[in-house]
């Protein structure tokens, strides 16, 4: 069964550094998002893309974050200069609609845990 | 506003037992999902119920949706000690551009007990 994936598994970084995580969605997929979740919270949206764009973006997706489809299989999110509060866990999701403005089940992948020093 | 609220927050059951979990929301939706998530693991997904549904099962799962309440429940008979997880549930929206926005609950944590 097609799945997403991330890379890597846990990233430690130091304060103040970039990051790139990285995900491959599901291949026929369209729509892609990335969550974040602290630890012992609840999930929470940063970001969804679509044709080459960002579509909605949450208040905590500001101008530290960027995302980006490099080519036809990865799907990036990039913080600039990371802080300790970036520390979680990062999801990334990828969905088919099901018609043309309709978006049906998000496929997560399995995560990346992000560690800031 | 807090959009998908769990309860309880916590579950602990003997295994064979049956759970439940309830989840509430503020807004109308378009679906309904229901996650699992391992400790420190990612997403599981479970079952997709839509707004124009009422109840739908898949194996030991049964899930229910009364949009009239905005609530959810999500039932898992027999319970295994394997079904040890946090449980989240997920409602999504069209946003007014078409997009489809998902906003997850506080999940409950539930513990099966051997």
């Known amino acids: 069964e097609p799945e997403v994936t991330q890379t890597p598994s846990h990233q430690v970084t130091q304060m103040g550094q970039e990051v790139i995580l990285r995900c491959v969605p599901i291949s026929n997929h369209l729509y892609f998002y990335w969550y974040r979740q602290i630890l012992g919270q609840k999930v929470e949206f940063l970001v969804s893309?679509?044709?080459?764009?960002?579509?909605?973006k949450s208040e905590i997706f500001d101008d530290q974050f960027s995302v980006e489809r490099p080519d036809g299989s990865n799907f990036t999110l990039k913080i600039r200069s990371t802080k300790l509060e970036d520390s979680a866990m990062y999801f990334c999701a990828s969905s088919e609609p099901t018609y043309v403005t309709r978006t049906d089940t998000q496929y997560f992948g399995p995560g990346t845990r992000l560690t800031v020093l | 506003s807090q959009q998908g609220e769990e309860d309880p927050q916590a579950l602990s059951i003997q295994e064979g037992e049956n759970a439940t979990m309830n989840c509430s929301y503020k807004?109308?939706?378009?679906?309904l999902q229901w996650y699992r998530q391992n400790s420190g693991r990612g997403l599981v997904h479970l079952i997709l119920i839509r707004s124009n549904e009422r109840e739908k099962h898949s194996g030991r799962l049964r899930v229910t949706l009364d949009t009239s309440k905005k609530s959810s429940s999500l039932l898992i008979t027999a319970s295994r000690a394997a079904d040890t997880a946090s449980y989240f549930c997920?409602?999504?929206?069209?946003?007014?551009?078409?997009?489809?926005?998902?906003?997850f609950g506080t999940g409950t944590k539930l513990q099966v007990i051997p």
């Open positions: 997920a409602t999504d929206y069209l946003t007014s551009g078409g997009y489809q926005k998902v906003t």
């Open positions: 807004t109308s939706i378009n679906n």
């Open positions: 893309f679509y044709n080459n764009e960002i579509s909605e």
